[in-house]
């Protein structure tokens, strides 16, 4: 530990709830005073599934009785519905905030607008707040949905739930948007506004008695048919208030070694806070006021700014999907349209999918991601490169099954981080960068600690072998109990040959015009 008993505690009251938090200006509720004092507000929820720091939340509450609903809406969204594992944990999100509204949480599914009408019709609701989102087609069904639900009468309120800066408010002094990451965010962000301060969660929701036909939590079929979601449940607990317990765990006691210590996937020293931020169950601004409020007590500064560096990040990928909506589908790099993508590659991606590549470190992220719903940041950067450079498949498959696979599969951050890992966005690491799976496994999981707890036909390996176990003599394989081929596949590939072919295949893009 880093600090004593004593320090710690005066930390952990420093980091509670009751942290320092501003109210949200009062002329946004002097409106309410227009309306009829018995009439309703619609509270929507979305992608902010919490009570604290919440701003449509509050700014509802403020007028006096709520209904509070949620509507899952997949009309819009076309291939960009959630994944699996995102509704999994949409599952128990939506039970956790039910929980704490008492029982009071209106559910349905279907069409948003057609939804919100008939609720305002049936219950006389004068008002609708909800919390920003920032995926292409929920910009474009939000800015109809606002403009109809105005022309209906109702008065329409949206805010800002879900990041540190607006999209729209850090940009070049020339009025273009960044591109690339430092500048936007050390001259950028940096300099302008700093992060709101959290808002306290309502002191008195006051549910409207209202009756309105909603769904049983059951009905919405979010949860899988078949069982994989085992190692999920004993995985996560989902909850706002296990967000912040992760949270005040995580700079308590990782905070101090994280700029070192996050690149180690055996090590504690993550946040995992980004499904929470995904689905709301957190906000930002909490993680960055909270962040540095702990900077006070840890010497290593460097820490801090890297953790404070990552939910900028974040920020960009958001920045980047707002100023360029294309990014799921589109090279931002216009010379990648005509990369020799590999075909009929369908057997290594299974292979990949599946974490049978040979490759012990792609295999444990691969197997911790299907497992889990989740996979450590570094190891993401191995198993992308080896996808998209060593076998030359292309990065929409990536993102295919990344989307599908992670509790915290957000449009923004995983399309801005496949197209990064290729060399085809903004800011984007150099596509020679390829990602050797030996040489990481060696430096990040010398002792094979986290190989050997999701590749368990590995886990009596000697640490000298088990990063590259076809090289490890005859009797060394016997005494683990590894068969090559046969328990544990050979590699899909040579690395060295993949290298030179990979690279062969970037020089083609090299007549192509950098960016649009």
Not at 147 to 166: I, R
Not at 500 to 516: D, S
Request: aromatic share 12%; with cysteine.
């Amino acid at each position: 530990m880093w600090y004593g008993v004593a320090n710690k505690s005066n930390l952990n009251l420093r980091l509670s709830r009751n942290f320092t938090q501003e109210k949200l200006p009062q002329r946004i509720y002097l409106i309410a005073e227009l309306q009829q004092s018995n009439a309703p507000t619609i509270m929507w929820f979305r992608q902010d599934l919490r009570l604290a720091d919440n701003p449509a939340l509050c700014a509802a509450c403020e007028r006096g009785e709520i209904i509070p609903v949620y509507i899952l809406d997949d009309q819009g969204a076309e291939s960009w519905k959630m994944g699996g594992a995102s509704r999994w944990w949409l599952h128990y999100a939506l039970e956790d905030l039910n929980d704490s509204l008492k029982q009071g949480l209106q559910l349905f599914q279907g069409d948003a607008l057609t939804i919100l009408r008939d609720l305002a019709a049936q219950t006389g609701a004068a008002a609708i707040t909800w919390n920003r989102c920032y995926e292409p087609w929920r910009i474009t069904r939000d800015a109809i949905l606002k403009t109809a639900l105005k022309d209906d009468g109702l008065d329409v309120q949206s805010f800002n739930g879900s990041l540190l800066w607006e999209p729209w408010q850090v940009l070049k002094k020339d009025g273009t948007p960044y591109r690339v990451f430092t500048p936007y965010y050390r001259r950028g962000c940096l300099s302008a506004a700093a992060p709101r301060r959290p808002l306290e969660p309502p002191e008195g929701i006051n549910l409207s008695k209202n009756s309105v036909h909603s769904l049983l939590l059951k009905d919405m079929n979010l949860l899988p048919k078949i069982n994989w979601d085992e190692q999920m449940k004993v995985r996560w607990d989902i909850s706002e208030a296990a967000a912040h317990e992760r949270l005040d765990e995580f700079v308590m006691d990782e905070l101090q070694d994280y700029r070192e210590g996050r690149n180690f996937p055996d090590k504690q020293n993550v946040s995992r806070l980004s499904p929470y931020l995904h689905f709301g169950q957190i906000s930002p601004n909490i993680a960055w006021h909270r962040a540095a409020e702990a900077g006070a007590f840890i010497t290593n500064e460097q820490s801090l700014d890297t953790f404070m560096s990552e939910l900028g990040w974040r920020e960009f990928s958001y920045y980047l999907l707002y100023h360029f909506p294309k990014l799921p589908t589109d090279n931002l790099q216009v010379r990648f349209n005509l990369f020799p993508w590999a075909e009929n590659a369908d057997a290594d991606l299974k292979a990949w999918q599946q974490g049978k590549t040979g490759y012990p470190l792609v295999d444990a992220g691969m197997r911790e991601l299907y497992t889990t719903g989740y996979m450590h940041n570094r190891v993401r950067m191995v198993v992308g490169s080896f996808l998209v450079k060593n076998l030359l498949i292309h990065w929409h498959s990536g993102e295919a099954w990344f989307w599908d696979c992670l509790v915290d599969a957000d449009l923004a951050s995983n399309s801005a981080g496949w197209q990064w890992i290729a060399g085809c966005g903004a800011d984007a690491a150099p596509f020679f960068r390829i990602f050797n799976p030996i040489t990481q496994s060696e430096k990040f999981d010398k002792q094979g600690s986290y190989i050997r707890r999701y590749v368990p036909e590995l886990a009596n390996m000697p640490e000298k072998y088990i990063h590259a176990p076809w090289l490890a003599p005859s009797e060394v394989l016997t005494a683990a109990g590894v068969d090559i081929g046969d328990n544990y596949p050979a590699p899909i590939m040579d690395i060295k040959e993949s290298r030179e072919r990979a690279l062969a295949a970037f020089a083609v893009t090299k007549i192509q015009p950098k960016e649009a």
